[in-house]
């Protein structure tokens, strides 16, 4: 079985409820998922905007890549949600930001 890291941003994200992690290194993989548009003290950052909170959420993915030794370059899967279908075509701009 191999070993797991647990990663954390405590300076930027809330602790996360129970077992779960930032992010988990495994056997060379990284694996970050339920990334919300979170500050340190667990408010959402940007409301009902569409932009701030894919900045945010955007700016902890790096964070926690660059913990991991990985960057952007290594990503292999991204699934976005959106609570509104009409804020699609803004957020789509941030995917080359990421892929």
């Given at each position: 079985?191999?070993?797991?890291?647990?990663?954390?941003?405590?300076?930027?994200?809330?602790?996360?409820?129970?077992?779960?992690?930032?992010?988990?290194?495994?056997?060379?993989?990284?694996?970050?998922?339920?990334?919300?548009?979170?500050?340190?003290?667990?408010a959402v950052v940007g409301g009902s905007d569409v932009?701030?909170p894919a900045d945010r959420v955007h700016e902890s993915?790096?964070?926690?890549?660059?913990?991991?030794?990985?960057?952007?370059?290594?990503?292999?899967?991204v699934t976005v949600s959106l609570l509104r279908l009409?804020?699609?075509?803004?957020?789509?701009?941030?995917?080359?930001?990421?892929?």
């Open positions: 079985m191999a070993a797991l890291h647990r990663l954390r941003l405590s300076d930027q994200l809330p602790e996360p409820i129970s077992h779960y992690a930032d992010a988990v290194v495994a056997d060379g993989w990284i694996w970050i998922s339920g990334t919300l548009p979170l500050d340190a003290s667990g932009v701030a993915l790096q964070a926690l890549l660059e913990k991991a030794w990985a960057g952007f370059e290594d990503v292999v899967n009409g804020d699609r075509a803004t957020a789509n701009t941030f995917r080359p930001r990421i892929l």
